[in-house]
Structures are given as structure tokens and as C-alpha cells.
């Protein structure tokens, strides 16, 4: 298998003329694989561009988990602004606010980025070229916004509080806001020769946020199986609870109104794999690099697609152009699945169904269709008996104070109540979910 994905890493950096790349590939059930090519080493930093802007959305989110914000503050509840602090905070995560791509200048002429306090000043020169929630628009300055409010929020700077926060907990040494002595060039490579032109360095500082760090393809697989299964990875909800990166993973707008292939949730890029498998992360470009970093969602259960705990992959160039260096990850993935799937964990039993729950089990009718409601895991399930196997079901938990009413919270109708209703001898003869009716035969809405 790693000489498979050895070569397609080789095959890309030979097509697309990358002087250097650099792949990983992280699971939980087997070693770390990595490959380098050309002129990389195993230690070999690239810059990640806008893969930066996946650790400040986590920032974000563990500022509104800890209580420091909400999502839908205005933006100019914390930070000082001229302009445009009426702009929510979910919004600019989504990049559905409307605000302009870049800070005001022509900062990708100049390669002079404005340093924290004068890209605030000047926030009103900067337009909003679209109504709020109108569509998708891509915003370094927006996402560069954000960074700079938790660091207020925590009492530091963007990059001190990531240091904190995200790389220390989660060992991601070999990332930083500065390049390090391993630090590659990156490289113009023409298009009708094989002139590689090295791209000037620099330091967008005040954007830093939007599109700042280096990093290794080992740490970024790493982030990157983290961002898909943060429960394998940081089991004690240190850095940012599962919960939460289900949130940022449910997908708020697409990329494209008229093919939808690609959707933006808070900070993710996602991209459907096929039947319910999806890939998170983001792509990366600043002068002379690119990188794709994503990991591989868990499938939902029963699906047996054959993805690992904690999948996550990287790969970083040293070409501004090679778009193969960002379609890699996604090849290497799906390659991995396929040619050496996860095991399949024996069944075992379970513990006994809890005896105020077991006339609930089996066949119920609502809405003119069949229901199959089962316990597993510990909690009661329902699913739509003609439901693909790979549909998860919904998944049930009882109020604290009153056993006969669940909430759903998993899947189907995930928030609404189930009301159990008993005859004489304790036994469930009718449930309403979400207030529909549920009965154990086939019945109209009047109940005949």
C-alpha cells in the first residue's frame, strides 16, 4: 500500500513540476506514512496559506464554547472598528458577510500586508461588496478580523493564543507562525520551460490569521485527522469538544450556486466523497505554495465503508500552480480506504434493554410509513424501515426528569421530543414525535 501512494505522490510532483513535496498520511490503526520528493526532507516546512484560517475558526468556536462570545455577536461587540461591526461573527466564519476579499491596498502587488492595528484603522475603506447571507464570498480580511478578536478575547495576540491553545495541546511542534531553519522556498515554475522562479518571502502580518503558518505534511495530517475525528485524538475535549467540530462541519452555504460539489461550514471546506463520506479541511496557496489538508470523516455506523479512526491527510508543494498538489490529498484518502480498509470490530453483546423501554421496540407506523425504533449502544434508535443502511438513524435520549419524553439528537428530527403514551399495564401504545402520531398499525391522520 505505501508504495501505491508513494507513487501517486511521485507521479504528481513529476506531472506538475513541483520542486518540492511533501505527503502524510495519519490513521489511528496503522504508523504514520509519509513521502517527500524532489527537494523536500521529512522535516521540510511549507507555508499552508489559508489552511491557517481552520485553526483560527477552532479558536473561535472554543471562544464561544468557553462563554466569550456568540456566533452571532456582531463583530464589533470586540474589536474597536470604524466600519462594519455590525458584521456577525458566524457570517465572517462562513464567509457569507458580504465583506471584500482582501485588507484595502493592493496587497498581493506590494507584498505589504498593514500590521494589526492599521488593518482595524483602516476597516473603513474596505467595502462590503455583497449583502450579508447573499451568497458565499471568500474573505481573508474577514477571517483576519476574527483572529485578531480572540486574541483581545484572551488577552494576547492571534499567534500567542494559538500556541496556547491549539499547538501545544495537540503537539504540533513543527508549526509556526515564522518559518524555521527548515523552511523551503517556494517557486514560480513557467509554464512553457522548466525555469523555476523563486517567489519572494513574506509576512503578511496583520492577515497572519487569514493565511500565515508553515507546518510539515506530519503535523498537518495530524491536523488534519483532527479536524475529522477530534474525539481519537483529543479524548478529553482539551482543545475543542466533537460536538463542536460536528458544528463547524455541517455545511451553512456552497462554493458554486449551480454545482454543488463543494460546501463552507464555520471555517471548513467539505467535500462530498460519494455516499455519505466527507472530506474536511482546507486548501492552501500563497506565492510559490500550495497544500491540501483534509481529513476523512468517520462513517456513520453501518455504513462499513472502511475509514479509519483519525484519517487525516496532507500534502505540501512548492509550486505556486501545481493544482495536483491540492487534489492529491483526496486520491491518497480514498486510495488508502480502498487498498487497506479499517478493520471490522467483532460484534459483541449489549446490555439488557432497560425494562420502561422495551414495549417501544419494533414496527411503528406514522405518517402513513414504517418506523423500525431498536436499542443499541445504550440508547433508543429509530430509522424509516425502507432507509439505505448507510442513513444514520435517529437517536434518542430521555428529559432528567421525565423518562417518557426523549429528545432526539442524533438524525432524524435531531431536537424535537418523542412523548410516550402507556396503557394501564405500563406498555407504549401510542408516541408522538415532533407531534406526529405513532401507532402500531398503519393508520390515517384522523386515526382510522
Known amino acids: 500500500m505505501s508504495k501505491k501512494l508513494a507513487r501517486m505522490a ?31 526532507g521529512p522535516v521540510s516546512q511549507f507555508r499552508i496559506g489559508s489552511v491557517t484560517k481552520t485553526f483560527t475558526a477552532v479558536l473561535v468556536l472554543q471562544a464561544r464554547d468557553d462563554g466569550l462570545l456568540d456566533l452571532d455577536d456582531p463583530i464589533g461587540r470586540h474589536l474597536d472598528l470604524p466600519a462594519h461591526g455590525e ?9 457569507t458577510s458580504g465583506l471584500q476579499r482582501e485588507p484595502y491596498g493592493d496587497v498581493w502587488d506590494t507584498l505589504l500586508a498593514p500590521d494589526a492595528d492599521r488593518l482595524l484603522a483602516e476597516l473603513d475603506r474596505a467595502e462590503r461588496v455583497l449583502p450579508p447571507a447573499r451568497r458565499y464570498h471568500y474573505s481573508n480580511l474577514g477571517m483576519s478580523l476574527l483572529g485578531h478578536a480572540v486574541g483581545r478575547l484572551r488577552g494576547g495576540t492571534w499567534a500567542e493564543v494559538l500556541q496556547d491553545r491549539i499547538l501545544r495541546p495537540l503537539g504540533l511542534g513543527a508549526t509556526t507562525v515564522q518559518p524555521t531553519d527548515h523552511g523551503v522556498t517556494g517557486y514560480l515554475v513557467e509554464a512553457y520551460s522548466d525555469n523555476a522562479k523563486p517567489e519572494p518571502p513574506a509576512d ?33 475535549a482539551d482543545v475543542l469538544a466533537p460536538s463542536t467540530l460536528d458544528e463547524m462541519s455541517w455545511p451553512l452555504t456552497t462554493t458554486d450556486q449551480a454545482l454543488w460539489s463543494v460546501g463552507f461550514g464555520l471555517g471548513l471546506i467539505l467535500i462530498p466523497q460519494g455516499e455519505r463520506i466527507v472530506h474536511v479541511g482546507h486548501d492552501g496557496a500563497m506565492p510559490g505554495f500550495l497544500a491540501g489538508v483534509y481529513g476523512r470523516r468517520p ?26 498538489t491540492t487534489e492529491l490529498p483526496h486520491k491518497l484518502l480514498a486510495a488508502a480506504v480502498e487498498d487497506d480498509p479499517a478493520d471490522v470490530p467483532p460484534w459483541t453483546p449489549g446490555e439488557p434493554v432497560p425494562e420502561a423501554y422495551r414495549s417501544v421496540l419494533g414496527r411503528w407506523w406514522g405518517e402513513g410509513f414504517e418506523y423500525v425504533f431498536f436499542w443499541r449502544d445504550g440508547a433508543l434508535r429509530a ?27 442524533q438524525g ?9 403514551t402507556r396503557d394501564a399495564e405500563g406498555t407504549v401504545v401510542r408516541m408522538h414525535w415532533a407531534t406526529y402520531r405513532f401507532t ?9
Not at 511533501?22 to 523536500?40: E, I, K, M
Not at 458584521?87 to 464567509?95: E, F, G
Not at 453501518?302 to 493544482?323: E, K, N
Request: charged share 20%; glycine share 12%; with cysteine.
Open 412 to 420: 432524524r428530527e435531531t431536537g424535537e421530543l418523542l412523548r410516550l
Open 299 to 324: 462513517a456513520p455506523a453501518g455504513l462499513g465503508d472502511g475509514t479509519p479512526r483519525a484519517m487525516g491527510c496532507a500534502v505540501l508543494g512548492s509550486s505556486g500552480t501545481a493544482i495536483a
Open 383 to 409: 430509522r424509516g424501515a425502507d432507509d439505505a443502511p448507510g442513513r444514520p438513524p435517529a437517536v434518542f435520549a430521555p428529559l432528567p426528569d421525565r423518562p417518557d419524553v426523549l429528545r432526539g439528537v
Open 10 to 40: 511521485q507521479q504528481v510532483q513529476a506531472e506538475a513540476r513541483v520542486p518540492a513535496l511533501s505527503a502524510a498520511l495519519h490513521r489511528a490503526d496503522r504508523p504514520l506514512w509519509q513521502v517527500q520528493v524532489g527537494a523536500a
Open 87 to 95: 458584521l456577525p461573527v458566524r457570517r465572517l466564519l462562513s464567509h
Open 440 to 448: 402500531r398499525d398503519q393508520q390515517t391522520f384522523a386515526g382510522d
Open 204 to 236: 503578511f502580518a496583520g492577515v497572519g490569521p487569514a493565511g500565515q503558518l508553515w507546518s510539515t505534511a506530519a503535523d498537518m495530517a495530524r491536523w488534519a485527522a483532527f479536524l475529522a475525528d477530534p474525539a481519537a485524538l483529543d479524548p478529553g
